[in-house]
């Protein structure tokens, strides 16, 4: 059983900066891809961020230039670097982990980011 840890999360100003962390229970080498996304209440989970195993990125519009996703295979964990937040970031993100071969979506509990104006 695969378990994805998000922490990071918090309360910042507009225009300030948190890092994300994901750590992964085992090797993150085994996912094909893994990802950022976030959920605001009442409001379907929508991408963020991914990467996958080959290091192709892809971000929402809504964060792309100011947002990077990375990962580090020797500590198991993906980043997500938000810069420059707004209010309207403001929300639960989620940890994402895939093996396609398995069929397997991983997912974490959730780390929340407030931005407040």
């Known amino acids: 059983q695969v378990h994805l840890v998000e922490s990071g999360g918090g309360l910042v100003q507009a225009g300030g900066s948190l890092r994300l962390s994901c750590a992964a229970s085992g090797s993150i080498l085994n996912f094909n891809a893994m990802g950022w996304y976030r959920q605001a209440a009442g409001k379907q989970r929508e991408l963020v961020a991914s990467i996958t195993s080959g290091g192709t990125t892809n971000y929402a519009d809504s964060v792309r230039d100011r947002f990077i996703i990375s990962r580090d295979g020797a500590k198991k964990t993906l980043y997500l670097q938000m810069n420059r937040l707004k209010p309207e970031d403001t929300n639960v993100y989620y940890c994402?982990?895939?093996?396609?071969?398995?069929?397997?979506?991983?997912w974490g509990k959730g780390t929340r980011v407030t931005v407040s104006s």
């Open positions: 994402n982990a895939e093996q396609w071969v398995f069929d397997k979506i991983y």
